[in-house]
């Protein structure tokens, strides 16, 4: 099983910047699309940004243009690099990984999933 570390996390201002990271336990998470997702209290998971094998990028609407989704598979890790944060932006973020098939923005389509990283900016 594929272990997922985030990091990264934590609390800001509105307009600040933070850089999630997800490192993996093993290489076979650069073979395939990973994403990232994020919880708000009291909402259900939703899903930020995918970045393909071959660097192919999708984003939620609301993150397009502020968010940046990034890999490097020598390191087996990926990034979230958000800009211009948002209070609505705060959530707990996951990364997921060991994507199968499916539409990439749903959840199903990944098997393993970060412990996840609390993300909170203030107005």
């Not at 989704?69 to 890790?77: E, F, H, L, M, P």
């Amino acid at each position: 099983q594929v272990q997922l570390v985030e990091s990264g996390g934590g609390l800001v201002q509105a307009g600040d910047s933070l850089r999630l990271s997800c490192a993996a336990s093993d290489r076979t998470f650069s073979s395939n699309a990973v994403a990232w997702f994020r919880q708000a209290p009291g909402k259900e998971r939703e899903f930020v940004a995918t970045i393909s094998r071959s660097q192919v990028r999708y984003y939620l609407v609301s993150v397009k243009g502020r968010f940046t989704i990034s890999r490097d598979n020598a390191k087996n890790t990926v990034y979230l690099e958000m800009n211009s944060l948002k209070p609505e932006d705060t959530a707990v973020y996951y990364c997921a990984g060991g994507y199968s098939s499916g539409d990439y923005s749903q959840q199903g389509s990944y098997h393993y999933w970060g412990q996840g990283s609390q993300v909170t900016v203030s107005s």
